[in-house]
Structures are given as C-alpha cells and as structure tokens.
C-alpha cells in the first residue's frame, strides 16, 4: 500500500511519461488521424496541404497542447470521480497540479522520440549484420575485431590528436626546379669567404 506521498511522485511520474509517449504516438498515429478528421470536417478549399505533417500535439503550439492537457485532465478527473467515487474536491485539486506536469511530459516526447530512433536504427544495423554473415560475407570474429580496432583508432586520436598520419604533401609548384650542370658550393670555400680569410 503506498502513502500519499508516495501515491503524489508516482502519479507525476507516470504523467510524465505518459506525455512522453503520447507524443510518440501522436507523431507516428495523430498526424493520419488529424487529417481524416478535418477533411471530414471541412471542405475542400480548406483542406491541409499534403506536405504538412501535425498532429494533435506533434509540431502543435503550447495553447494547442494545453487544449489536449486540459481534454484528458477531464476526462480523467470525471472518471475518478463518476466511477472510482474518488474526493471530488481532491480530484480537482490533483487535476489543476497534474496539468503542467502533463504539459511537461509532452516536451519531453522529442526526446523519447529520439531514443526510440536510435533503437529501431541499432536493430536495423544488427539484422543487416546477422545477413551478412548468413550469406558468408563476414564473419562475427571479423566484425568484432574491425570494431575494436576502429574504437582504439578513435580513442588514440582523441587523446592524441598531433598522432595522426600525415599524407605526404606534394612538392609546392612555385619552387623553381633547380638548373641543369649547378653544383653546391664547397662547405669549406663559403666559411672561408664568410670570414673573409684569403686563400
């Protein structure tokens, strides 16, 4: 059984990631729904551009967000009260602190967004990897062994920057080729005329 003050962290936890998530599938789900919705609703002169991607709170302001944060505080403050029998004035009370908190979980969609594009590319890279070595391509030792020696490779590039392999550099165009027949002088003979001894 949790107390209150358990009861009041867990809720808001859960509104936040039940914003979180709510984005997720208003991105992937609303966008379509949005759009069948409104060219039921209007005609076809004020029908949405094809490129225009919004859902009910994906790429939607505050004042829009806040519209469907209030939607769901209701729906959810009523069902307590009409169907669980819950303190009426409580409900109200835990709805008005629930709002922002609900508000804030749909900012924070973006980045469980984010997350889940990196898993679903990571998974990509791993089913394109199990191919290959199906087909022969590569073995598991292999790709092993290529990653560890990029990842060294990186790391010593980091710690080392002035450590990296210099391409040799072409000798520069605007030197003038040394002439045919001309010969360097005699160390011997340039000291003696530096210091002006006689020979």
């Known amino acids: 059984m949790l107390t209150p003050q358990e009861y009041f962290w867990s809720s808001l936890l859960f509104l ?5 998530v709510l984005y997720v599938v208003d991105r992937v789900f609303g966008v379509a729904v949005k759009r069948w919705f409104w060219s039921l609703t209007h005609d076809k002169r004020t029908r949405l551009p094809k490129d225009e991607e919004q859902g009910f709170i ?16 209701v729906i959810e403050t009523a069902l307590s009260i009409a169907v669980f029998r819950y303190n009426p004035l409580l409900e109200i009370l835990s709805a008005v602190l629930d709002l922002p908190v609900l508000m ?3 900012y924070l969609g973006p980045l469980l ?16 990897l199990e191919e290959r070595i199906d087909s022969g391509k590569t073995t598991l030792s292999g790709e092993v062994t290529g990653a560890f020696r990029n990842a060294g490779t990186r790391v010593r590039e ?5 450590s990296k392999s210099k391409e040799p550099q072409e ?16 160390p011997k003979t340039s000291f003696d005329d530096f210091i002006g001894r006689k020979k």
């Open 16 to 20: 936040l990631i039940f914003g979180a």
């Open 58 to 73: 994906y790429r939607r302001h505050a004042r829009s967000r806040f519209n469907v944060a209030l939607v769901i505080m």
């Open 104 to 106: 804030i979980g749909f």
């Open 113 to 128: 967004d984010m997350a889940f594009g990196h898993v679903d590319r990571g998974l990509d890279r791993i089913e394109n």
């Open 158 to 162: 980091t710690v080392y920057p002035d």
């Open 171 to 186: 000798p520069s165009a605007d030197k003038s080729p040394e002439k045919p027949g001309q010969e360097e002088p005699d």
